[in-house]
C-alpha cells in the first residue's frame, strides 16, 4: 500500500490526485490491507487419524473446532477434558472427540493408502489421488516426491 500512495503523490495532475488519494482512503476504511492474520483466530487442523492420548489438544468433532480442551486422562472409552478458554472440566466420549493442532504446531502427515489400480507398468508414470489439507498434502509431497512431480492440481 506503502508503494501506490507513493506512485499516487508523483501524479502531476493535482485534481486527479485528489480523486484518486480520497478513493484509496474510502477503500482502506473498508477492507485492511497488509498483515491481517493477527486480527484472526489461528486457524486448527483435524488431524482424523490421530490417536487421543493424555495431555493432547482435542476438539469434538460436532462442534466448533477452535473450541479446545486438553485431555486430563481417558477412562474406559471416555475422554477427562480441561476446556482452554475457561478452565472448566467434562467428560466426553472418546468417539466425539478429534485431534487439533493449531498453525504452528507441528503436525507429521502420512499418506495412507486407500486402494490402487493393477496392471500397470510399475516404469510409466501413474497418478495419485491425495485427500487432505492442502497446505499438509503439499508439505508433505515437497518432501517425499521432491524433483518427482510434473503436476499438482488443488
Known amino acids: 500500500m506503502a508503494l501506490l500512495e507513493e506512485k499516487i503523490a508523483e501524479i502531476k495532475d493535482p485534481e486527479l490526485r485528489r480523486i484518486i488519494e480520497e478513493e484509496v482512503k474510502a477503500l482502506k476504511k473498508e477492507k485492511p490491507f497488509g498483515l491481517v492474520f493477527e486480527r484472526h483466530q489461528p486457524e486448527v487442523a483435524p488431524l482424523y487419524q490421530g490417536?487421543?492420548?493424555?495431555?493432547e489438544t482435542v476438539a469434538k468433532r460436532?462442534?466448533?473446532?477452535?473450541?479446545?480442551?486438553?485431555?486430563?486422562?481417558i477412562h474406559a472409552g471416555q475422554a477427562n477434558l480441561i476446556?482452554?478458554?475457561?478452565?472448566?472440566r467434562e467428560t466426553v466420549p472418546l468417539a466425539d472427540l478429534v485431534v487439533v493442532?493449531?498453525?504452528g504446531e507441528p503436525i507429521y502427515p502420512a499418506l495412507i493408502p486407500r486402494d490402487h489400480i493393477s496392471g500397470t507398468d510399475p516404469k510409466t508414470p501413474h497418478h495419485i489421488l491425495i485427500e487432505?489439507?492442502?497446505?499438509h498434502a503439499l508439505q508433505l509431497?515437497?518432501?517425499?516426491?521432491?524433483?518427482?512431480?510434473?503436476?499438482?492440481?488443488t
Do not use: F, P, Q
Open 51 to 55: 490417536g487421543i492420548t493424555r495431555r
Open 62 to 73: 460436532a462442534g466448533n473446532l477452535t473450541e479446545t480442551y486438553r485431555v486430563i486422562n
Open 83 to 88: 476446556k482452554d478458554s475457561d478452565d472448566s
Open 101 to 103: 493442532r493449531r498453525m
Open 132 to 135: 487432505a489439507d492442502n497446505y
Open 141 to 153: 509431497l515437497g518432501y517425499m516426491y521432491a524433483g518427482k512431480v510434473d503436476c499438482i492440481y
